[in-house]
């Protein structure tokens, strides 16, 4: 019986040990000597261990070797770099290196079955593959915009390459004149995109299908577009101003004289918010850098701005009457309805203005102008009817106190007649 | 102070108190100040059976338009219909069965989210529901 107890603790001793010694084992293999040592050193050899904690491939189960090689198990130096190991890329290297994976479709589909797998082949078509290829190192290079270690997914808000990033993360290099002189291209890009509408829209309204710098340049085939292709790329969120242009006599000039469609009139980098004064002959109108005065184009667009401006004047009279009636007490929830389709109808006309048509500006304005008399004949008759109600109100106002008055002068007669007697 | 005095005194002040209570909305009516403009969050937008399949109608929504579309299917979605690009009315293309800005062509698909063309965000639904005969429009929240 004792024997038989003694064996069952033996037995329940040798368990335990094994398996702490399957414990330790496991913990052993899963050592990455790697981080271990690098996590000792300082500056750019400790930089990776600092972020590779939130990169991407970490979360994926992707550690050092499967992009540097080498055996991260061996606590020994020289056993850990063997003849796996790659080390660290030079700049020139650095596309293929890291294409070895992004560029296998089989590999990459583990990981997501939607990636894209050939920024390689476009990259050697942007202006940086090609300088790469002439030996010029300086050029950006994937971990220039993505990051070596700690790289993010362009859907994280603090990815390099997330859309309020993309322009300072292009700007490092591009607003950079020492970097740049030898490129002889400007540097001011990023100034004068920040004055832009879209950057308005993406920086205070946090819009982020604002286009930024990927977006009309490509991201990993960068390169300036050409000036044929500059209105096509308008034309991806701006299609009806497009359409409306190719029907224009701008179109045919413009090709001819090879000006880039929409740049020519709203800029490149700082488009800023258009107004009513880009068109007709004043003083920041665009027509008049190329139309002389007493040209017919020049008369057009004078004409043009006249009928839009009489059109915005009559809106913004009927919108004052309403707001009159409105703030007097009447209702015009009606008319005020109605007026947005004459703002409806003013946008359109606006955005007509690219067509060049004076005869489609003036039906469209005539289409606005009956909408507007409607609201204003509203908007009139609101204020007559506040009118004849302030009317209603002063006359009765002054009957009430005529009477009170009366009443207080009858009272006083009364109390006249007959005086308080004394106790 | 007497009696007299007393009651004189107190007559006295309720008048001109009732005088003053008088006036004082005489006076804000006649110099009115900036209305608050009533927010309104239910509407009947239409008669039940008003819409036949794929088709839509614009409804007054407080001062604003809103939409109200009978998909192809024969589900009602409602939407403001103010556009988020630059604050067109927008319309339902049958042939298409999107929701278009006709100012810049900017396009919507039947959830309201942007499809194409420069708007920035999706346009604002609304709950849709059936009371009696009629169609009622709510905003959400």
Redesign the interface.
């Known amino acids: 019986m004792k024997a038989r107890k003694m064996r069952k603790i033996i037995n329940l001793l040798s368990i335990f040990f094994l398996a702490i010694s399957i414990f330790s084992l496991s913990l052993y293999a899963q050592k990455n000597y790697c981080i271990e040592c690098h996590q000792e050193l300082e500056d750019e050899l400790l930089a990776p261990v600092e972020t590779f904690e939130k990169d991407i491939h970490q979360q994926f189960g992707l550690s050092c070797a499967d992009c540097h090689g080498g055996n991260p198990a061996e606590e020994d130096i020289d056993l850990a770099k063997d003849k796996s190991f790659k080390g660290s890329p030079k700049r020139s290297q650095i596309p293929e290196f890291c294409a070895s994976c992004h560029s296998d479709s089989s590999y990459m589909r583990r990981f997501n079955p939607s990636i894209r797998v050939d920024q390689l082949d476009i990259y050697w078509t942007s202006e940086h593959g090609q300088l790469l290829k002439k030996g010029d190192t300086k050029v950006a290079l994937c971990t220039d915009c993505h990051a070596a270690h700690g790289i993010q997914t362009s859907t994280h808000p603090k990815s390099w390459t997330f859309p309020w990033n993309i322009p300072q993360t292009c700007s490092r290099c591009h607003s950079d004149k020492d970097y740049m002189k030898d490129y002889k291209i400007p540097t001011k890009q990023w100034d004068d995109y920040k004055e832009s509408v879209h950057a308005h829209?993406l920086f205070e309204?946090k819009?982020l299908?604002?286009p930024v710098c990927n977006d009309c340049h490509g991201n990993h085939g960068a390169t300036p577009p050409e000036i044929t292709s500059i209105a096509f790329v308008c034309r991806q969120?701006?299609?009806?101003?497009g359409?409306l242009f190719s029907q224009s006599p701008h179109k045919e000039v413009y090709d001819e004289m090879g000006i880039s469609e929409c740049e020519a009139c709203h800029g490149n980098h700082k488009i800023l918010p258009p107004s009513d004064e880009m068109l007709g002959t004043g003083e920041k109108a665009v027509c008049i850098q190329c139309h002389e005065p007493d040209s017919e184009p020049y008369q057009i667009a004078s004409q043009m701005k006249e009928k839009l401006d009489a059109f915005i004047k009559k809106i913004r009279h009927a919108e004052n009457l309403l707001e009159q009636a409105?703030?007097?007490?009447v209702e015009v929830?009606?008319p005020?309805?109605r007026l947005?389709?004459a703002?409806?109808i003013l946008?359109?006309v606006r955005?007509l203005t690219h067509s060049l048509s004076l005869v489609e500006i003036e039906e469209k304005i005539e289409e606005g102008k009956k909408v507007v008399a409607e609201v204003t004949s509203a908007g009139e008759a609101a204020l007559r009817e506040a009118k004849f109600r302030?009317k209603g109100?002063?006359i009765a106002?002054c009957f009430?106190f005529l009477l009170?008055i009366a009443l207080f002068l009858k009272i006083k007669q009364i109390t006249k007649k007959t005086p308080?007697k004394s106790a | 102070m007497n009696r007299r005095k007393f009651i004189d005194l107190f007559l006295g002040g309720s008048l001109i108190g009732t005088f003053i209570a008088f006036l004082y909305p005489t006076i804000s009516y006649l110099l009115p100040t900036k209305q608050i403009e009533v927010v309104i969050k239910k509407i009947t937008a239409a008669r039940l059976g008003e819409l036949a399949p794929n088709t839509s109608k614009i409804f007054k929504f407080g001062t604003s338009p809103g939409i109200l579309i009978n998909t192809s299917d024969g589900e009602l979605r409602a939407f403001s219909a103010i556009c988020t690009h630059l604050t067109c009315t927008v319309i339902y293309e049958e042939d298409t069965g999107t929701i278009l800005c006709p100012c810049h062509n900017g396009r919507f698909d039947l959830g309201g989210n942007v499809v194409s063309g420069p708007p920035p965000a999706p346009l604002e639904s609304y709950n849709v529901e059936i009371s009696g005969e009629d169609i009622v429009v709510s905003k959400k929240g």
């Open positions: 829209a309204k819009d299908s604002a969120c701006h299609p009806s101003a359409e409105d703030r007097q007490g929830s009606e005020k309805f947005t389709e703002n409806t946008i359109m955005n302030k109100l002063i106002t009430i009170s308080y």
